[in-house]
């Protein structure tokens, strides 16, 4: 058995834990980070990529963005494409000259665990947490399994950055927690395709058919996804299907093909909504995934998840150096306000573009909420506030 001691523990190795550490050992304080996954598996997990003006401007704050600035796509606008038809948003000249920058979750994941491995601070891969002890007593304890050793960390602070349905929300005494969710009729059907990007720009799509989504990774790698219906299988979509469908919904006069190419990987995520409240219990706070989950459509996830960690590290780091609680004790209220916010608006997203099978009056009131988007000034111009800066409003 491994026995450790630490300041604050932290549990998952993905943005927002990673990112933690990164600011916590920049302070001075001690970290131990413990990941069930290998480092291949968390460098190459598929996400969505677009991070918001005012967090990429904290990636460079945290002196983490400097692959981000060179290699990130950064894009002035998007796409609504509505039944055949391009309506450009000129998110930039809508807010404030403010841009996103299309980036890969695993790309940022690559630079905080190199960033981490330079200065040595311990990240245990393969190392899954199975119980917490002690949250609200002096000191906390996290029982680990690393392929077969088992690892007890003791630690003044544990954070729960492990993720949707995760093993800190379940290690608290039931009703501590309140679970708010809903469960989308939809599910994505995402590719990477060896194929150039068709458009400068992200294009989001709705098609009487269903859902599309046009996203990229490079000048090389198109990132595509289409709306299913929830009880799909990959199986029945072959790299044909796939294509077909895809120009089915998102031709145009002026672009009746897409550039195909390989499909290198190929996934389904269902959608939904979760917050659960407060985002903390005693010495355990959770931050990202853990403690809230926003449907894919407003590309918001990673951006809470890092704003999380704006409030959290601060926060910790006046505690620490200061013996100040008081950012520690504002945190869940503080990072509610705008997790709400965010879910307002991902399910706003999702609403309008997900057309339902079988409900003539939604899908009516749906066409009108995405005209009224892409042709009343104040409604698009609140869509690109939102689009872009939500998480630091
Ligand atoms: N022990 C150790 N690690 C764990 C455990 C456990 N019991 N349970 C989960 N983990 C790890 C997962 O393997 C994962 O690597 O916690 C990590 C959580 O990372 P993410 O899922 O990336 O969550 P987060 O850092 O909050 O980032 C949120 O992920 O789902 C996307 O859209 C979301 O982009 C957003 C981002
Ligand atoms: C992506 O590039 O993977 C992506 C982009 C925008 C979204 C979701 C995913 O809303």
């Not at 299988?233 to 796939?242: G, H």
């Not at 294509?243 to 390989?262: I, V």
């Not at 306000?337 to 079988?358: G, I, K």
């Amino acid at each position: 058995m491994k026995s450790v001691r630490t300041d604050v523990a932290i549990i998952g190795a993905g943005p927002a834990g990673l990112l933690l550490g990164h600011l916590l050992h920049q302070a001075g304080i001690d970290t131990v980070v413990l990941e069930r996954r290998s480092r291949e598996y968390v460098e190459q997990r598929l996400r969505a990529g677009v991070i918001e003006h005012g967090i990429a401007n904290f990636l460079e704050e945290s002196g983490v963005a400097k692959r981000l600035r060179a290699e990130g796509l950064v894009h002035h606008g998007i796409e609504f494409r509505l039944e055949g038809r391009s309506h450009r948003i000129a998110l930039s000249d809508l807010y404030e000259g403010k841009a996103i920058t299309v980036y890969g979750q695993s790309e940022l994941v690559k630079d905080l665990i190199a960033t981490r491995l330079a200065y040595d601070a311990p990240l245990f891969f393969e190392t899954e947490v199975e119980r917490l002890e002690g949250l609200t007593s002096q000191e906390c304890t996290v029982h680990a399994n690393g392929t077969g050793v088992p690892i007890v960390v003791t630690a003044d602070y544990v954070i729960g950055s492990d993720g949707g349905h995760g093993v800190a929300v379940r290690s608290v005494p039931e009703g501590t927690f309140n679970r708010a969710e809903r469960v989308y009729p939809f599910s994505w059907l995402g590719i990477l395709a060896e194929a150039p990007p068709v458009s400068d720009e992200l294009i989001y799509c709705r098609h009487d058919r269903g859902f599309a989504l046009y996203s990229m990774r490079s000048p090389t790698l198109s990132r595509l996804y289409l709306g299913v219906s929830p009880d799909e299988s990959l199986e029945n979509w072959n790299d044909e299907r796939i294509w077909r469908e895809l120009t089915l919904r998102l031709a145009t006069d002026e672009m009746p093909d897409l550039p195909q190419g390989p499909i290198t990987e190929r996934s389904l995520t269902a959608m939904r909504s979760v917050v659960v409240s407060p985002m903390r219990y005693g010495r355990l706070f959770l931050a990202g995934d853990a403690a809230h989950i926003v449907p894919p459509t407003g590309a918001k996830g990673m951006n809470l998840a890092l704003a999380d960690v704006r409030v959290l590290a601060p926060a910790l780091i006046a505690k620490f150096l200061n013996s100040d609680e008081t950012r520690l004790d504002a945190y869940s209220a503080t990072c509610l306000e705008r997790v709400w916010r965010a879910e307002e608006f991902s399910t706003f997203m999702t609403q309008m573009l997900h057309p339902h099978p079988s409900d003539e009056f939604e899908n009516g009131v749906q066409r009108a909420r995405a005209r009224q988007v892409v042709s009343v000034e104040s409604a698009t111009r609140t869509l690109a506030r939102n689009y872009v800066n939500l998480s630091s409003l």
